[in-house]
């Protein structure tokens, strides 16, 4: 997923003296509605009804993913990017004290193809797969839960699942057990219902998909930039991002020393629900112990303009046909590290490159041993071109970066900096902000 601005994006449209509009989804005019009702969006608003609106969400009917779909991520592209995560955690959990009870929790898990690999892998060392009781995967789309399912508990139908109706009280509930290990696989909405035990935590390309709000520095003040509805005849889309004429209440967010160096006509995006759902994470561990890995793309510090539409495999207008591409923003880093450090006294690593943490835990190593005992040649450039594109500062290497974060063992017992976070490694400090 390629970094594009909103500029970029408008200077792509296509202006004529007379256009006529793309086709309307059901989505879109429900977004149309809200707009005649109660004003232009927020892009948080816009973004998240995108994605996850159970009308005709971008997640909530379909698999995206892959060659078939509309973008491709690092376990799709190779089985080694599990191989390598699995052994990271392995090394956590010996670092970590060796806890006698694990789970893993895992936001946003796409097919299930990095939890299908990461367990194969963690399974193979039975001191510590004995202590594997549960699986927690959160997420929203019904579609997607059901490709994990299949891809986690192999030759399952839906029938074989059990569902706890949720009430007032109690969440609901989706779980299966794998015949093959006896470890159970749970679906929840949200971290709050996850059972409280020392937890590997999972977020890859997760953050960038939560909803981001964008604002403007202006002459005297800080605008946010909205969604509104585009009724000219001089565009063929339906919606068109515009300049709040007056200061939002959001903008509150923005009275921090970390956004008083911004010049006129500077952007940049701020992302709450990242915030919350970090700040959340991070009490959990704290209260329970375990350690987690971040990955994505984006930088350690405040960026511009990333918002970008992506379908099949291509750079799209972001406010064209809303929920048929996949909306998404990059991530600053810096940012989650704040929310875990303000409330919780969980350390965090890095970030480092993808680059950097794949090559520390061995990628050269497993490529020979892939390559070795490959049965055919369409099979050993497989290998090596999807290794490649891992690593390559060109491709994922560069832009996908790893944050690490962990609930240390006592001031008495000696530390020791997590495999690929040694100090030499690390872009920024692992001092509180």
Known sequence: MLRTSLLSHAIKRHYTT???????????KHLLDSIKVTGPLSVSHFMRQVLVNPLSGYYMKRDVFGKQGDFITSPEISQIFGELCAVWYLSEWMRLGRPSKTQIVEFGPGRGTLMSDMLRTLSQFKYFYETLTDVHLIEASPELRRVQRERLVKGSTDEDVVRVKGTKDRAPLETIRREEDGVKVSWHDGIEVIPDQWSFMMMHEFFDALPVHLFEKTDSEWREVLVDMDDSNESEYHFRPILSPKTTGITKLL?????????????????????????????YVERNGGTGLVIDYGQDRIQGDTLRAIKNHQIVYPWSDPGSADLSADVDFSFLKEAIHTGSDVTTYGPITQQSFLQSLGIAKRVESLFKSAKSAETRKSILDGAERLVDPNQMGKIYKVLAFAKELPDTVKKEEPIGFVADNIMTS???I
């Open 18 to 28: 007379s256009c006529q509009k793309e086709p309307l989804s059901p989505l879109g």
């Open 255 to 283: 009275d921090n020393k970390r956004y008083a160096d911004f010049k006129v006509g500077d952007r940049f995006e701020v992302s709450p629900d990242s915030w919350g759902v970090m700040s959340k994470i991070a009490n």
């Open 430 to 432: 692992k001092a509180k």
